[in-house]
C-alpha cells in the first residue's frame, strides 16, 4: 500500500502542479454581498424568490440577472484555468445557457442537499435536479441554516448512508477530521476530512492551510462581491492548480488502480 507521502506525490506528478480542490456551494440565486444600497434591495429579494421557487424551479428562468454573481466567479477561474465543483440545490440549479458553459469549461456539477430528513427526501431532490438539468451526479455537500431551508447539522454517518444508498462517489463536505491528509473511503464513498471557508479564513490562514496535501476550499458564488475576497481567491489560484472534486477523485482512483463504481 502506497504512504500518504507517495500518493500526494504522484498527485502532483499528474496533474503537473500542486493542488486546490475548489468546492462552491451555490445557495443564492443572487449575489447578495454586492456593495451599497443594491444589497439593501437585492438581499431580500433573493430570499423571497427561494421561497417562491419552492413551488415551482421553472421560475427561474423568469427572474433577470439570475446566476450573475456565478458568472463572475467563472470569470476569475478561466483567467487561471481553474476547474471547480458547482453544488446546486434545486431551487438553485442553473438554466441551461450556464449549465452548458459550465460543463464546456470542465467544471463538474454536484448537488448541494438542503433537506435531510429523511432518505427519500434527499433522494428525491438529487433526482429531481439530475432530472431537470440532464446531468450524472457523481456527489454532494449538505447545506447548513438558510432563511429558507434547514439543512440542519452534519450528521455524517447519516449522510455517508444516503451516499452508500444513492451510490454516489463522494460526500465533499470536510468536517470534524482535521488530522485527515487524503479522503478516505467509507461505505465505497469517498469522504474529505476537512475544508476551509475562503471568506472566514484570513489571509495567513489561507497560506497555511495551502500546504495541506489536498487543500479544500469553499467559495460561495456570491462571496466574490465582499470587499478582499476576489484577491484572496486570486491567491489561491495564482499559487495552486483549480481542480473539481471528481477529478481528484479519478485521480485517485488511477494512482491506486481502483475503479469508481457506477451508479444504477
Given amino acids: 500500500m502506497k504512504s500518504r507521502n507517495e500518493i500526494c506525490e504522484e498527485i502532483e506528478s499528474e ?3 500542486r493542488i486546490v480542490v475548489l468546492r462552491h456551494d451555490v445557495d443564492n440565486i443572487y449575489g447578495i454581498y454586492r456593495p451599497g444600497f443594491r444589497q439593501k434591495i437585492v ?3 433573493n ?13 427561474r428562468y423568469l427572474i433577470p440577472f439570475y446566476e450573475n454573481h456565478i458568472q463572475e466567479l467563472l470569470d476569475v477561474e478561466s483567467k487561471y484555468g481553474a476547474k471547480a465543483s458547482y453544488f446546486f440545490r434545486v431551487i438553485t440549479l442553473p438554466r441551461h445557457s450556464l449549465l452548458r458553459k459550465l460543463i464546456a469549461e470542465g ?13 427519500h427526501q434527499w433522494f428525491g431532490d438529487l433526482k429531481t435536479l439530475e432530472r431537470e438539468l440532464n446531468v450524472h451526479i457523481h456527489g454532494f455537500t449538505k447545506h447548513g441554516h438558510s432563511l429558507v431551508r434547514d439543512g440542519g447539522i452534519v450528521e455524517e454517518d447519516l449522510l455517508i448512508n444516503y451516499a452508500s444508498k ?9 468536517e470534524g477530521h482535521e488530522d485527515w491528509n487524503l479522503p478516505k473511503k467509507i461505505k465505497n464513498v469517498w469522504i474529505f476530512g476537512h475544508h476551509i471557508t475562503l471568506k472566514k479564513a484570513s489571509i495567513e490562514n ?7 496535501c489536498i487543500p479544500l476550499i469553499l467559495i460561495h458564488p456570491e462571496d466574490i462581491f465582499i470587499k478582499g475576497e476576489r484577491a484572496k481567491l486570486e491567491y489561491v ?3 495552486r492548480k483549480g481542480i473539481s472534486v471528481i477529478n481528484l477523485i479519478r485521480i485517485i482512483n488511477k494512482i491506486s488502480g481502483e475503479e469508481s463504481y457506477p451508479r444504477q
Fill in 206 to 212: 489561507v497560506r497555511k492551510y495551502l500546504e495541506r
Fill in 107 to 119: 467544471h463538474e456539477i454536484g448537488y448541494h442537499s438542503d433537506r435531510n430528513s429523511s432518505f
Fill in 15 to 17: 496533474v503537473g502542479e
Fill in 43 to 45: 438581499k431580500p429579494i
Fill in 47 to 59: 430570499y423571497a424568490l427561494l421561497a417562491l421557487m419552492t413551488l415551482s424551479v421553472k421560475l
Fill in 237 to 239: 489560484l495564482a499559487n
Fill in 166 to 174: 444513492a451510490k454516489l462517489l463522494y460526500f465533499a463536505q470536510g
